[in-house]
């Protein structure tokens, strides 16, 4: 059973860091991809970054370069969203996700939430002006 466990969220002052984790377990495949999605109330879930276990690919929202960093500890089975100089419009629900089919980093798609077949049960981001 592949199972995800977030861990990591918090409130923060705006310009502070957090950083996310995200166990995984019971993986089937060694190529996958693993992404960090954000929701809030009334907006669909976007992409913020996601990494690819096959050639180490990455991928940020427009908005998070600079500030945020994914990486992954394969020896941990983890995977870290190490988030820096936040901002209030960071204030979301931040979800760990995970395609084990490939088809998102076939389709160079890893920002698209429909071809991740697994989730977490999310962390809440909240910073503050």
């Known amino acids: 059973e592949v199972q995800l466990v977030e861990s990591g969220g918090g409130s923060v002052q705006a310009g502070g860091s957090l950083r996310l984790s995200c166990a995984a377990s019971g993986f089937t495949s060694d190529a996958y991809t693993i992404g960090w999605f954000r929701q809030t109330p009334g907006k669909e879930r976007e992409g913020v970054a996601t990494?690819?276990?096959?050639?180490?690919?990455?991928y940020y929202l427009d908005s998070v370069k600079g500030r945020f960093t994914i990486s992954s500890d394969n020896a941990k089975n983890t995977v870290y969203l190490q988030m820096n100089s936040l901002k209030p419009e960071d204030t979301a629900v931040y979800y760990c996700?995970?395609?084990?089919?490939?088809?998102?980093?076939?389709?160079?798609?890893?920002?698209?939430?429909?071809?991740?077949?697994?989730w977490g049960q999310g962390t809440q981001v909240t910073v503050s002006s």
């Open positions: 990494i690819s276990s096959s050639d180490g690919r990455t």
């Open positions: 996700a995970a395609d084990l089919s490939g088809w998102a980093h076939f389709r160079r798609e890893e920002d698209r939430s429909v071809w991740y077949e697994y």
